[in-house]
């Protein structure tokens, strides 16, 4: 304790004597100019203006000479003495550049290329530079709307905060975080988060130094999957022109600055401007935009703003401000990510073991800072619009924690109408118990779904889910499905609980009676087979019903491991068709006659299996209660066995069969993305077995497109299952992600890709399909259409075409 008070005495007088400088920058004529740098010359301290060009720094007292820096305008220093709270205002002048005489002769190559081959030439020395470092880092989110629509998918648009404005902050968050490097390794610690009106939430707390000394810029793969061309990339010079702006000198250094001008439309390229330090040749700023018809997609403009400052002998990043707008469905968004990196140790000594599978790590306490912490420690001053965001979202909040006003928040939202009870379903939450009930729209009770089985039928469900506290969360969903024809009633029960405060662990219980596809893995979805029933009379479900009962158990074990165990009992009966026809065409029977005669016999099966999946290299992010898994450099291995067991509860199933696969995404970045799925397996031994049992493969027969890398195209349902020692699998897709179609007019305009690729399937010399697709993908964003040709051991082969809306469930994803 007096150790304690013998330490507070002795920093008291430092403390004390300390003063505030704060002001305004701004330019000649008296418009404030925002993100301004202000340093403390011969140290790394220093503060950046917010938006309004406000800035406040914390000195003791002393005389200090501040820098003030903004990208196009002379840099200023101004000289202060400290002795108390100070105010001290900048006004900035454009910078005035010197042209060059060789500009005016005549047919003279503009003297920026000069320049900038001379800045390619030393790209890839400053792109290894500073590859150990130590930093701290402040990043700033925000993002508001301009202007939404009053109804979004058929409901109102409310953000439930009191004010119907169209122009409003919807997202502001800050983070103060450590940012160590050292070569390849690098780690994130952040100190402490806030998010306005989440008090429980974590701000963006990653940084991303944005690289122009990178030959391809990635900016986020949303926007652009191929990244985007820098503007001193090797090859630059095929993609951009350049004019040369003039010199101005600062700090005895001569520095270029370069206009950067794409040379044609459609390429992933940036424009604006860039400044270059003559002799060392090195970018000294950055100011650069990238509009939509650079192939950017959800955004219309996204503003990269850089400062480098140097430090010890080399230059580093000071601050960097993205800004990004667009318009997206009737929503007019705006926002800025500003980075500001101040106190770099250029030669830290990491401990032992230091680096590790967690690159970003979030103390408990982090987002438990007071007010009063983050007005002391802020580097750029909140706007006034942001002072009245945080204090009213953080007092909306304390009011949302009233159970009054939570009960009131039900009464609303649990308000039944015609709409969501008949076609979307009802959904009743309680916000106090964080318990949620959803009932399926009474419309399915009707019974659109069809197949020549049960006829018109239906499957009607109600989900609970509990969430408790951390990553715990309790699911329960009973199932009833009932056919018109057959008169059967079935019902089962789904249960989920999830858990694990480090890694994901759940436990899965069903039980009941059920209607199975002879393939488990469901692979063709009842509506499409609705459709196809009604229209073309094609029966392609194949149906069984079983009384289960099934385990799972899944368990995450870090460092990419994640097990999973399950077991199963099924007391199968065969169904046959109650249909035999409609629109006087006959129905195919309940099973599939391209590998059996005859329906299975009723039997019992008792089966376990053991699923171990493994991402080497696996990154993950590390919050208080929990790790989340960020995927890895390296491939997707998996194994899967399963053990039928005779005479285990009555089992008549005698097997044991294997599968091993193995599957990846190969950025290419301006090439595109390769994505493969290599899988192999058999059976070890098949004394007992059932068609159900079989190894099945995912065909499809439809025209909607099933999930790529996991399927074929055109291959017909149930032709390959097997019972083979051996087979091999293989799925492979090319995205070319704008290469090629941004050199076709409309295509490149609308931002429709191509993507090419490949399934084959070997089990031996005499049954083998292959297939080969080309396809456009993101047309309207949303939709995909591949035009297929397949082949087979017989030398037959067919052709047909597939739509897939991988935004939009399952089908056609990756």
């Known amino acids: 304790m007096q150790k304690a008070v013998f330490l507070f005495l002795f920093a008291m007088p430092s403390i004390l004597l300390a003063g505030t400088i704060s002001g305004v920058v701004k330019d000649a004529k008296g418009n404030t100019l925002s993100y301004t740098s202000i340093l ?10 917010n938006a309004k060009g406000v800035y406040s720094l914390s000195l003791a007292d002393g005389n200090y000479t501040l820098v003030c820096q903004h990208v196009g305008y002379k840099t200023v220093e101004q000289a202060v003495t400290v002795n108390g709270d100070a105010e001290v205002n900048f006004m900035l002048t454009e910078q005035q550049y010197q042209l060059s ?7 003279a190559e503009d003297p920026a290329y000069a320049i900038i081959r001379k800045a390619i030439k030393k790209r890839s020395d400053y792109e290894d530079e500073n590859q150990k470092f130590e930093c701290q880092v402040y990043i700033k989110g925000q993002m508001q709307l301009r202007n939404y629509p009053k109804k979004f998918m058929g409901e109102k648009v409310d953000f439930e905060d009191g004010d119907t404005s169209k122009r409003k902050i919807i997202f502001l968050s800050e983070t103060l975080a450590k940012y160590s490097k050292n070569d390849k390794d690098r780690k994130i610690e952040v100190l402490s988060t806030k998010v306005s009106g989440n008090s429980s939430g974590f701000g963006f707390s990653s940084p991303s130094i944005i690289s122009l000394y990178s030959n391809i810029v990635p900016i986020g793969r949303g926007l652009n999957p191929r990244g985007f061309i820098s503007p001193i990339a090797d090859n630059a010079l095929n993609f951009y022109k350049y004019h040369f702006e003039g010199t101005f000198y600062e700090n005895g250094k001569e520095i270029s600055r370069i206009k950067v001008i794409p040379k044609r439309k459609y390429e992933p390229l940036f424009s604006g401007y860039i400044t270059i330090i003559e002799n060392e040749w090195r970018l000294q700023s950055v100011q650069l935009t990238v509009l939509k018809e650079q192939q950017m997609q959800l955004l219309d403009t996204l503003v990269l703003e850089q400062l480098y400052v140097p430090i010890k002998g080399t230059w580093v990043i000071k601050q960097q401000i993205i800004q990004p707008a667009g318009k997206f469905l009737g929503f007019d968004f705006f926002g800025s990510f500003l980075q500001v990196y101040e106190n770099f140790e250029l030669e830290p000594q990491f401990k032992k073991k230091f680096f590790d599978n967690t690159i970003l790590k979030i103390f408990d306490s982090a987002n438990k800072k007071s007010m009063a912490y983050w007005d002391s420690i802020r580097p750029v001053p909140l706007l006034e619009a942001e002072v009245k965001d945080y204090k009213k979202k953080d007092s909306l909040e304390q009011v949302r924690k009233d159970p009054k006003y939570l009960d009131s928040l039900d009464k609303v939202r649990n308000k039944i109408t015609a709409n969501k009870l008949l076609l979307t379903g009802m959904n009743f939450g309680k916000e106090r118990k964080k318990e949620n009930l959803t009932f399926s729209p009474l419309l399915n009770l009707v019974g659109v779904l069809y197949n020549p089985v049960e006829g018109r039928h239906f499957e009607y469900n109600i989900k609970y889910n509990k969430q408790f506290e951390g990553r715990k969360n309790l699911f329960i969903e009973p199932v009833i499905r009932y056919g018109f024809s057959n008169k059967h009633f079935n019902a089962y029960v789904n249960t989920d609980y999830n858990f694990g405060k480090k890694y994901f662990n759940s436990v899965s219980l069903s039980a009941g009676q059920k209607v199975f596809q002879f393939d488990n893995a469901n ?29 799972s158990y899944s368990k995450g074990l870090g460092d990419g491991f994640t097990v999973g165990l399950s077991a199963q009992f099924q007391d199968r009966k ?10 006087g065409k006959a129905f195919t029977p309940n099973y599939p006659t391209n590998i059996v005669a005859s329906n299975f016999v009723a039997h019992q099966a008792f089966t376990a299996s053991v699923n171990i999946t ?8 590390e919050l208080p209660d929990r790790k989340i898994a960020l995927g890895s450099k390296y491939p997707t291995f998996n194994l899967n066995v399963t053990k039928g067991f005779a005479d285990v509860f009555g089992s008549d199933v005698d097997y044991t069969k294997w599968k091993f696969s193995v599957s990846d995404n190969l950025d290419f970045k301006i090439g595109g993305r390769f994505s493969y799925r290599l899988a192999a397996g058999g059976f070890l031994n098949a004394n007992k077995i059932s068609i159900i049992d079989y190894n099945h493969f995912l065909g499809n027969e439809t025209v909607l497109a099933n999930t790529y890398l996991s399927s074929f195209q055109l291959m017909p349902y149930y032709k390959y299952s097997n019972t083979a020692k051996t087979y091999g699998e293989a799925h492979v ?8 179609t941004n050199k076709i007019p409309l295509l490149r305009k609308w931002n429709w890709f191509f993507v090419v690729g490949g399934n084959g399937l070997y089990i031996n010399k005499n049954s083998h399909y292959y297939e080969a697709f080309f396809g456009i993908e993101n047309i309207f964003k949303v939709l995909r259409f591949d035009a297929i040709k397949s082949f087979d051991a017989n030398g037959n082969n067919s052709t047909g075409i597939r739509v897939a809306l991988p935004l939009f469930g399952r089908r056609g994803g990756n």
């Open 40 to 49: 403390v010359k011969g140290t790394g301290k220093g503060t950046t203006a």
């Open 101 to 107: 005489e060789i500009i005016v002769q005549n047919n």
């Open 523 to 551: 692979p063709i979805e009842e509506f499409n087979n609705t459709l196809a029933a009604y229209y073309w009379q094609h029966n392609h479900i194949k149906i069984y019903e079983a009384a289960f009962a099934k385990i």
């Open 574 to 583: 065969p169904l046959e068709n109650t249909i035999d026809s409609l629109k």
């Open 614 to 621: 493994w991402r080497p290299g696996a990154k993950y992010i």
């Open 733 to 740: 897709e090319y995205h070319l992600n704008g290469l090629i």
